[in-house]
């Protein structure tokens, strides 16, 4: 189960992630960011709640990654220590901006 | 042993590592170890549940069988997987270049990476038209 919760204003985004994002729930993710990214030129994700991820998860991070490169910036706050052992593990604790 | 078989499609995965992951909470393994299997898990049967019958015809039978041991001396767990899909050796996947940065990644590899990264040891053999991934993994 992942739970999203979104909101946006001036440019500016916030995403709360909590619960698990794994091989299903990551296509929801994927589906829910699919324009909220348009005209973002800063994106914080807050991954206090969220208990596991699997490649899946990180695929679409590094596709938010990729998008926000262009457009501005974006980091990752309140990273669990599950999550940061695959951060770890995948070099994504390199590629992110974890704060 | 302990062996369940499931249809090879993505809603199995939840049932699977339940069998696999809850007999783990009452032996040695913490919650890091037993996130590292489920992990593993995880990417292993989304693996094998996307492509390993995707070349196959629809009426023919399309499943994993998963069987697991936990030695008594070393208190590991063997974890097998077993499917007569189309051969696939993981171990022959090379591994992604975890130190670039994002805008130079291409997305992929890294269930595969991660598996022989958390588990201790990964074997694959392919007998009788199966492909049998073995891997293990002590608390």
């Known amino acids: ?99 | 042993m302990n062996e369940i078989t499931v249809k090879a499609t993505l809603e199995n995965v939840d049932k699977v590592i339940e069998f696999i992951c809850n007999p783990l909470k009452e032996l040695e393994f913490n919650k890091k170890s037993i996130m590292h299997v489920r992990l593993a898990c995880e990417e292993i049967l989304v693996n094998i549940m996307s492509y390993a019958y995707a070349d196959s015809p629809s009426n023919e039978t399309k499943t994993i069988n998963i069987k697991y041991e936990i030695t008594k001396e070393e208190k590991e767990i063997r974890i097998t997987f077993e499917d007569s899909g189309i051969p696939f050796n993981p171990l022959e996947h090379k591994d992604p270049d975890i130190t670039l940065k994002g805008k130079d990644r291409a997305p992929g590899g890294l269930g595969i990476y991660m598996t022989k990264k958390f588990m201790d040891d990964i074997q694959y053999e392919y007998l009788d038209n199966k492909n049998i991934l073995t891997v293990r993994k002590k608390p």
């Open chain 1, 1 to 99: 189960m992942l739970d999203i919760v979104k909101r946006s204003e001036n440019g500016i985004g916030v995403i709360e992630l909590s619960g698990e994002l794994d091989t299903t729930s990551s296509v929801n993710f994927q589906k829910e960011i699919e324009g909220f990214l348009d005209n973002l030129t800063d994106l914080t994700i807050d991954m206090k709640n969220l208990e596991y991820i699997t490649s899946a998860g990180l695929r679409v991070l590094l596709l938010i990654d990729q998008t926000m490169e262009d457009q501005g910036s974006f980091k990752v706050i309140n990273v669990n220590e599950d999550v940061m052992d695959v951060f770890e593990v995948s070099g994504f604790s390199e590629v992110l901006d974890i704060q």
